[in-house]
């Protein structure tokens, strides 16, 4: 077996800060499965005359003894909102987050692993989403951790 996404990250990049705004950055796997690669989208939230970018990357390594996606979402409204998703019995190597519902009007606010301390890994992962204008389309987000036996 090759190769596996432990974890990964994105940047998006134009001269003017905020218009390109990351709404996925997640394991495509499916959930209870190995990661393999990070899936990276991006929006504009306004239009935008000029060119901008989107970098992906993603942290390899030998497969993990009972590695596996696991997420968990919000109801989908139109509220700031915030998701956990937890490796019950094992350890986060990773994670990752999505916007569902609407495109250009939520970002990624925040996503990163908690529960774990400076002599114990995380044990899950929580993201929250922040409506960037205000919208009242309906969205929802969803937290995934990569997870494995510790």
Do not use: K
């Not at 990964?8 to 990049?13: C, D, L, P, Q, R």
């Not at 060119?51 to 696991?70: E, R």
């Not at 350890?91 to 002599?119: F, L, M, Q, R």
């Amino acid at each position: 077996m090759g190769a596996g996404a432990r974890g990964g990250g994105a940047a998006a990049g134009h001269q003017r800060r905020g218009e390109g705004i990351l709404d996925t950055v997640a394991p495509p796997a499916p959930v209870g499965g190995p990661a393999t690669s990070v899936l990276v989208e991006a929006d504009e939230s306004d239009p935008l005359a000029g060119d901008w970018n989107v970098t992906a990357f993603a942290i390899c390594a030998d497969p993990l003894s009972g590695q596996q996606v696991v997420a968990a979402s919000t109801a989908s409204g139109s509220a700031n909102d915030g998701a956990r998703a937890d490796c019950t019995g094992q350890v986060a190597t990773g994670s990752g987050a999505e916007i569902v519902g609407v495109v250009g009007e939520v970002v990624i606010d925040n996503a990163y692993p908690i529960d774990g301390s400076a002599v114990s890994a995380p044990t899950a992962t929580t993201v929250y989403g922040q409506e960037e204008d205000g919208t009242t389309g309906s969205w929802y987000i969803t937290a995934y951790a990569l997870c494995a036996d510790g």
